[in-house]
């Protein structure tokens, strides 16, 4: 049966880094499952320093959309994160928030079927205010919705504030 934990907080609040420990607690050789598209030059770096410090003991996958196409049973797999992924969703269907978030429903339930323990990783963009334009407003709106989906199905969540978790449910 499938273990779902949600790790939730603003940005560098310390989710990575808590759910890179907890995988490693759970799992002597866990997945790290990267939905983040490639931008630029600086984006690339970023991305290849980062598989650089996460160390061997780690199996990376990059995956934009379709997690469940990589078979994780009885794996720890780390997804990091929610937000880039729904980022993916979000533009590829024009802004459009109901389809997105449709989407990125039927998937998250395809990707969570088999045995294995899920560690999301997300953000909560929705505490800053409110976003100035309306495209920021619809993904705002999108993230917090799918925010809660997850949330709903978790086992486990967890808020980081200033690197330290509190434990929500």
Same mark, same amino acid.
């Given at each position: 049966?499938?273990?779902?934990?949600?790790?939730?907080?603003?940005q560098? $609040?310390?989710? $990575?880094? #808590? /759910?890179?420990?907890?995988a490693?607690?759970l799992? !002597?050789?866990?997945?790290?499952?990267?939905?983040?598209?490639?931008w +630029?030059?600086?984006h690339?770096?970023?991305?290849?320093?980062?598989? /650089?410090?996460?160390?061997?003991?780690?199996?990376?996958? !990059?995956?934009?959309?379709?997690? $469940?196409?990589?078979?994780?049973?009885?794996? &720890? &797999? @780390?997804?990091?994160? &929610?937000?880039?992924?729904?980022?993916?969703? #979000? #533009?590829?269907? +024009?802004?459009?928030?109901?389809?997105? @978030?449709?989407? /990125?429903?039927?998937?998250?339930?395809? #990707?969570? %079927?088999?045995?294995?323990?899920?560690?999301?990783?997300?953000?909560e963009?929705? @505490?800053?205010?409110?976003p !100035?334009? /309306?495209? %920021?407003?619809?993904?705002?709106?999108? %993230?917090?919705?799918?925010?809660q989906?997850?949330?709903?199905?978790a086992?486990?969540?967890?808020?980081? &504030?200033?690197?330290?978790?509190?434990?929500?449910?």
């Amino acid at each position: 049966m499938a273990q779902i934990i949600l790790i939730t907080g603003g940005q560098r $609040s310390g989710k $990575s880094s #808590f /759910a890179q420990k907890m995988a490693l607690q759970l799992s !002597e050789k866990p997945i790290y499952l990267a939905t983040s598209r490639i931008w +630029d030059d600086e984006h690339q770096q970023r991305i290849n320093r980062h598989k /650089a410090d996460r160390g061997p003991e780690w199996t990376n996958i !990059e995956e934009e959309k379709q997690l $469940s196409k990589h078979n994780i049973d009885k794996r &720890v &797999v @780390l997804i990091d994160c &929610v937000t880039l992924w729904l980022t993916n969703f #979000f #533009f590829d269907n +024009d802004s459009n928030i109901d389809k997105s @978030l449709n989407e /990125a429903k039927l998937e998250l339930e395809k #990707f969570t %079927q088999p045995n294995a323990t899920f560690i999301f990783v997300t953000n909560e963009i929705g @505490l800053g205010g409110m976003p !100035e334009n /309306a495209i %920021q407003r619809k993904f705002t709106d999108l %993230q917090g919705w799918m925010n809660q989906h997850i949330a709903s199905i978790a086992n486990e969540v967890h808020l980081m &504030v200033s690197g330290i978790p509190i434990k929500v449910k």
